[in-house]
């Protein structure tokens, strides 16, 4: 069996990891794909240093992050509910449906906040009431509020 190389990848490339990963690969796939398009380095030990230190950056700005989103999400606790106006027909059903693009709206009007729509998760709304819906606001952090659907 061929002896296998220690490369550092430069970008991602699927199947194999991602930019900054330390990889070991058959030599001609290094020598034929990887390094020739640039995809990959040999792994020294001044590189090895350079691909520690860009991971610790990327880590601290991980945690930052998710302090963000622990910050956010107590002010999303904070407010509590958040009421959203409808046209109603019979029955307490109303025209159209709440989207998730309509809860971050009412959120930014209300806290100030920018969320994301697509983090946000909620039922499928069609009548009156209130309701439940969970908003990601990092991997690790998720908020849940309540959504009060009323008439116009």
Known sequence: MAKRIQLVLTQDVSK????????EVAPGYARNYLLPKSLATFATPGILKQVERRREVERQRQLELKQQAQEQKATL???????????????????????SQDVADIIQQTTGLEIDRRGITIPDISRLGTYEAEIKLHSEVTAKVNIEVVAS
Do not use: H, M, N, R
């Open 16 to 23: 194999l990891g991602k930019s900054g990963d330390l990889v």
């Open 77 to 99: 606790e904070k407010a509590g509910s958040f009421s959203i106006a409808k046209q109603v027909g019979e029955k307490e059903a109303i025209f159209g449906t709440v989207t």
